[in-house]
């Protein structure tokens, strides 16, 4: 249908130091979500500028601001050790704001555990690629909590579709790196929908964009994943799925903010911002 292509929800460099910990990512493009369709086609992307390089905080390291905690002064401070791109996610979604300030406080653990036991499966589940048990992971170069949005939104599929709660977020990204399904400075491949899904105990089908064969996935049991391009959810592309179809239009599940997941979504107001779609099923 269309090329196969990569994407990524990508930062800049940042080397945060606050109470000790020091995290380090590696330097990429500027940048958010999966990189829609290629210029090729006589579509041009937005240009971008990369931003500089972060240099780390004015005060002396392990310090902390002079402020008390807690007030708006001290958040103030914390978010001006950080790059734009989580400054953003803190002003945009309110349920990402205590992983940003992690990112600054010392409590970012990309060890943490990514366990899902007794996650409810009457329906596809809702994770998000910020969720603090996997969003300090590095992927794809960065943080998986800005480049996730592919592994989180294929993660949420195929729980729901086999029932396997260990095909967690941070396992598909993993996944997603060892078999060659990302890169840094690209994000996530198109592919891992479209190949990759299989080894999660998948089938993936490329359909049109088209509404009856969209609506007749979903109400054959499929989950649709769209990479989109942007608009009403990135500037650049953003992977998320659809769960089902009404006559008012799509229910969705966006792996970056749940603000998105409870609103229907027409098809006129989505279709000029996908790029690609895949039906997905369980193996039989």
Not at 123 to 134: G, I, K, N, S, T
Not at 166 to 186: I, M, Q, R, W
Not at 240 to 249: D, F, K, N, Q, S
Request: proline share 10%; glycine share 12%; charged share 20%.
């Amino acid at each position: 249908m269309r090329r196969k292509r990569r994407g990524g929800c990508l930062l800049p460099a940042v080397v945060l130091l606050a109470a000790g910990i020091v995290l380090l990512w590696p330097a990429l493009p500027g940048g958010e979500g999966e990189s829609p369709s290629p210029p090729q086609d006589g579509e041009e992307l937005p240009a971008q500028e990369d931003p500089p390089a972060y240099s780390g905080p004015e005060h002396e390291p392990g310090a902390g601001p002079e402020a008390e905690p807690g007030t708006e002064r001290n958040i103030e401070e914390l978010l001006s050790q950080l790059p734009e791109g989580l400054r953003k996610l803190y002003d945009t979604v309110p349920e990402a704001r205590e992983f940003v300030l992690g990112c600054v406080t010392g409590a970012a653990d990309p060890a943490g555990d990514a366990g899902l036991e007794g996650l409810d499966l009457s329906q596809v589940p809702e994770l998000f690629q910020w969720d603090p048990r996997w969003g300090y992971a590095v992927y794809a170069g960065n943080l998986m909590g800005i480049s996730g949005c592919g592994p989180t939104a294929l993660s949420m599929a195929a729980i729901y579709l086999t029932g396997d709660t260990s095909l967690t977020p941070k396992f598909v990204a993993e996944y997603a790196e060892k078999n060659g399904y990302s890169s840094p400075g690209d994000g996530t491949a198109w592919t891992l929908f479209s190949q990759g899904a299989q080894g999660l105990g998948l089938r993936s089908r490329e359909i049109p964009l088209v509404k009856a064969y969209i609506d007749s996935a979903l109400e054959n049991g499929a989950v649709v994943a769209l990479i989109l391009g942007p608009g009403d959810f990135t500037n650049s592309g953003h992977y998320i799925l659809l769960t089902g179809v009404t006559p008012e239009g799509y229910r969705i599940r966006d792996p970056n903010n749940p603000a998105n997941n409870k609103t229907v979504w027409s098809y006129q107001r989505l279709e000029n911002q996908i790029r690609n779609i895949w039906a997905l099923t369980a193996m039989p």
